[in-house]
C-alpha cells in the first residue's frame, strides 16, 4: 500500500528542468522520502533520499516542504535519456522495512 | 562483479512448470530482496533477507513461491506449477544494510505460455 501520490505522467522539453511532484500527507516523522527511476526494460535506479532537508547529488535535487507532506524531484536539465517511470516513496531509514513502489509519474523527455 | 547480476534475463516456460530464477547481489550486500513487476504495473515486494535472520515472505503470492539465500551470497526464486499469471519480470536489488538504498539488477523476464 503506497503512502505516496504522484500524477500519473508529465511532459518536459529537452534541456528544461522536470518539476516532479509527490504528496506524502501521512509521512511520520522518521519516515524519509525516496527517490527511483526506471527506464524502459530495466530495473529501478536509486536517484536521492532525504528526511527534511533539501537534499542535491549529481542526479538530482529534492525539495522537501516544511511539514514533510509533499516533496519535488527535480531533473535541472533534462534529457531525453532521463524519460523513465519517478517513483516516490516514503519509509524508514532504519530496520527491514521494503520499499513500496507505487504507480510513479511516467516522465516523457521531448526533443 | 559491479552489480547485481540476475539469471537468466529471459525464461519462456510451460504451463505446469517449475522455474528457478537466479540472483547475485553486490559482495557485501546483506540485504537482498525479490520483486515481481506485472507489465505497465508497480513493483510488487515479494521476499526479504537479511544476514541469517529468517526471511520476511509477507510478500509471496502463494505456496507455489518459495526463494533460498545462502548465507550472504546467491538467492533463487522458485515458482513450481507455473501459471499464467506468473508472467512479470522479477527483479532482485541488494543493499549493504536495510537502510541504505537498494541496487537492482536488470531483471529475469518470465513468460509463462
Known amino acids: 500500500d503506497a503512502k505516496t501520490t504522484q500524477p500519473p505522467s508529465m511532459d518536459c522539453a529537452e534541456g528544461r528542468a522536470a518539476n516532479l511532484p509527490c504528496n506524502h500527507s501521512?509521512?511520520?516523522?522518521?519516515?524519509?522520502v525516496y527517490w527511483y527511476r526506471q527506464i524502459h526494460s530495466q530495473g529501478p535506479q536509486y536517484i536521492i533520499h532525504g528526511l527534511k532537508n533539501n537534499e542535491t547529488n549529481e542526479m538530482a535535487s529534492l525539495i522537501i516542504t516544511e511539514d514533510r507532506k509533499s516533496s519535488t524531484l527535480i531533473l535541472p536539465h533534462a534529457t531525453l535519456r532521463d524519460t523513465a517511470v519517478y517513483y516516490c516513496i516514503v519509509r524508514v531509514a532504519s530496520g527491514n522495512t521494503p520499499l513500496v513502489f507505487g504507480k510513479g509519474t511516467r516522465l516523457s523527455v521531448i526533443a | 562483479g559491479a552489480g547485481v547480476s540476475q539469471s537468466p534475463s529471459n525464461k519462456v516456460t510451460e504451463k505446469g512448470k517449475d522455474v528457478e530464477l537466479r540472483c547475485d547481489p553486490i559482495s557485501g550486500h546483506t540485504a537482498l530482496y525479490w520483486y515481481r513487476q506485472r507489465l505497465g504495473q508497480g513493483l510488487e515486494f515479494l521476499i526479504y533477507f537479511q544476514g541469517n535472520s529468517a526471511p520476511d515472505k509477507s510478500g509471496l503470492p502463494s505456496d507455489r513461491f518459495s526463494a533460498e539465500r545462502t548465507g550472504e551470497s546467491v538467492s533463487t526464486l522458485t515458482i513450481q506449477r507455473t501459471q499464467q499469471e506468473d508472467s512479470a519480470v522479477y527483479l532482485c536489488?541488494?543493499?549493504?544494510?536495510?537502510?541504505?538504498?537498494?541496487?537492482f539488477g536488470a531483471g529475469t523476464r518470465l513468460s509463462v505460455l
Open positions: 501521512t509521512i511520520s516523522g522518521n519516515e524519509y
Open positions: 536489488a541488494s543493499s549493504p544494510e536495510p537502510r541504505l538504498e537498494r541496487r
